[in-house]
């Protein structure tokens, strides 16, 4: 029986494994036990930071990763909870459930049932493109301000401190004030897990370096007098895998809960489709943008039925699975069984995990989200590149996390508008000994020739633009002088003109007409040509693929179009 495409293109696993060879069984079983022992611990501080029992970190990865591998297009991704989107969830939940820890529980999965309407929705109506308007620029901004907003939540307990505050600036002043009332015992001991941890990461680089820490500190407590100095600890974990069920709120039961729905949904599905492009690019293969939709949803709809809060893609989570060897997303199914496995025998030996070890994970995370590399490459390249990534940096930190996401969103969206709105207009020469054309501001030496200007606009003219592209070339009309014989228009990086554009035509072959000056339109392609004609008819002259600037100029025509 052959399985229709349609069937193919919506379950990846149709796929994938009918290609799928035993030799690589024992690669993806290990690749999923490694991927448990990395994200038992991680989950963990992750539900700390999310404000949430720590148990729902573990949910989170035990049923997400089982829906990713249904409807994924990467082999290796790992889906789990992240440190931006887990302390966007617990900077918002926290103000709506105040003191009542169920209901930030039901909130959260509330919140991931959202999630996965919004990306099920995008993806049935193919806003792939449309929903990656946070540039990769203003996403590095947003990275970096919400690493250290992340760790000002963190560091009060590497200092056995309560901290406090409800904002970055206020946050830090409040620890600046405590600092005095600092717990040597437990700084030392955090101080110890946060060196560990690096360490380890550098030294073993695909193996789960922050299980080791947790059970090293399990035992240091357990051994040693430490445990009476004041170390707070996970405490007891339900036993058990979790039960299936539908959060109890509704949407309109919870103030605000569209806008943080939608600000995790855009972060969560810019992160995950970034890993995943990372890990193709890697491997040589290709990642379905849009698949990762339906991937997202299915994934945030497992963990809100599962007592857990919004997952993505990680790159950390994502490149320990790959670097144990993944093949494929059954390697998420093996980490599941392996969670599985810990929730239903395992959970007793975490009660005395302790909190400052949490914090030292995370803080060790969310030094990954701080690039400074990148940062400075996109300083050398473009300036206004990396002021739009500082003002991004500076959103996080002076508005949070929430307002941060959805002001880079809003941010990104101006920006493109605003370079769409005011597109280069380029006055074009012969490059000398050819028949090529080219910007004349950008190659002086380019070639004029005399009584012909030739433009072209690098964008599409769109109602929004045609005001300037029409003061910008009835410029170049005014600077020729009145010499000017010959107006030749190059549409070749014009990809699309609306109405207004082609009206902007039409009045711009009036006005020359007028002068005695001729306009001819070259290289458009087939659609604009079309809607061209349809407005303009015979006064638009001869449109043709065939017709070149030089053949425009020398007023021949080398066959129909």
Not at 530 to 555: F, H, K, P, T, V
Request: net charge neutral; aromatic share 8%; glycine share 10%.
């Amino acid at each position: 029986m052959t399985i229709p495409p349609y069937w193919r293109a919506l379950f990846p696993p149709l796929q994938w494994l009918p290609r799928y060879r035993a030799a690589w069984l024992g690669r993806d079983a290990l690749a999923g036990i490694t991927l448990a022992a990395y994200a038992v611990p991680v989950s963990l501080a992750y539900a700390s930071l999310a404000g949430l029992p720590p148990q729902a970190g573990i949910y989170c990865y035990l049923v997400a990763g089982i829906a990713y591998a249904l409807f994924g297009s990467s082999p290796q991704l790992a889906i789990g909870p992240t440190s931006a989107i887990s302390l966007l969830v617990g900077t918002t939940v926290v103000g709506m459930a105040g003191g009542d820890l169920a209901k930030r529980a039901q909130i959260a999965a509330l919140t991931a049932l959202l999630i996965a309407a919004l990306s099920f929705v995008a993806g049935a109506l193919r806003l792939s493109a449309l929903v990656s308007f946070v540039s990769e620029t203003i996403l590095l901004g947003f990275k970096a301000g919400a690493a250290l907003v992340i760790a000002m939540t963190q560091l009060p307990k590497l200092f056995g401190v309560p901290g406090g505050g409800g904002h970055f600036f206020e946050r830090v002043w409040t620890l600046g004030g405590q600092l005095p009332d600092t717990r040597p015992a437990i700084l030392v001991f955090g101080a110890a897990a946060v060196v560990l941890l690096i360490v380890g990461e550098r030294l073993f680089p695909a193996r789960p370096v922050a299980l080791v820490v947790v059970i090293a500190s399990i035992v240091a407590l357990a051994v040693t007098p430490l445990a009476g100095l004041g170390f707070k600890t996970v405490g007891a974990l339900p036993a058990g895998l979790p039960h299936l069920e539908p959060p109890a709120l509704r949407p309109r039961e919870v103030d605000g809960l569209i806008p943080l729905a939608l600000a995790c949904f855009l972060l969560a599905y810019i992160e995950g489709v970034a890993a995943a492009r990372a890990l193709a690019q890697k491997h040589g293969d290709e990642i379905d943008a849009q698949q990762e939709l339906f991937a997202l949803a299915a994934a945030n709809c497992a963990t809100a039925f599962g007592h857990g809060f919004p997952v993505t893609g990680g790159l950390s989570q994502s490149a320990v699975n790959d670097n144990a060897g993944a093949r494929s997303p059954l390697s998420l199914v093996f980490a599941s069984a392996a969670i599985a496995a810990c929730l239903l025998f395992l959970t007793g030996l975490l009660r005395n995990l302790p909190d400052v070890v949490l914090a030292a994970i995370v803080l060790v995370a969310v030094m990954h989200l701080i690039d400074i590399g990148e940062l400075r490459r996109v300083w050398a390249l473009s300036r206004m590149e990396f002021s739009v990534a500082i003002a991004a940096f500076a959103g996080v930190l002076v508005l949070g996390i929430l307002d941060g996401v959805l002001l880079a969103a809003v941010f990104s969206i101006l920006l493109l508008i605003g370079r769409t709105a005011r597109p280069h207009v380029a006055r074009l020469g012969r490059v000398p000994g050819t028949r090529i054309y080219s910007d004349l501001a950008r190659h002086p030496d380019n070639e004029e020739v005399p009584g012909v200007l030739i433009v072209r606009v690098e964008s599409g003219i769109l109602y929004f633009n045609v005001s300037h592209v029409r003061a910008e070339v009835h410029r170049y009309v005014a600077e020729a002088g009145d010499g000017l014989r010959l107006v030749v228009w190059d549409l070749s990086a014009s990809s699309y003109v609306d109405i207004a554009g082609v009206r902007l035509l039409s009045e711009f072959q009036r006005t020359l007409a007028a002068r005695g000056v001729t306009l001819r339109i070259v290289d458009a392609l087939s659609s604009v040509r079309e809607l061209i004609l349809q407005d303009m008819g015979a006064s638009a002259g001869a449109i043709s693929r065939r017709i070149s600037i030089d053949d425009a100029i020398a007023g021949t025509v080398h066959g129909k179009g």
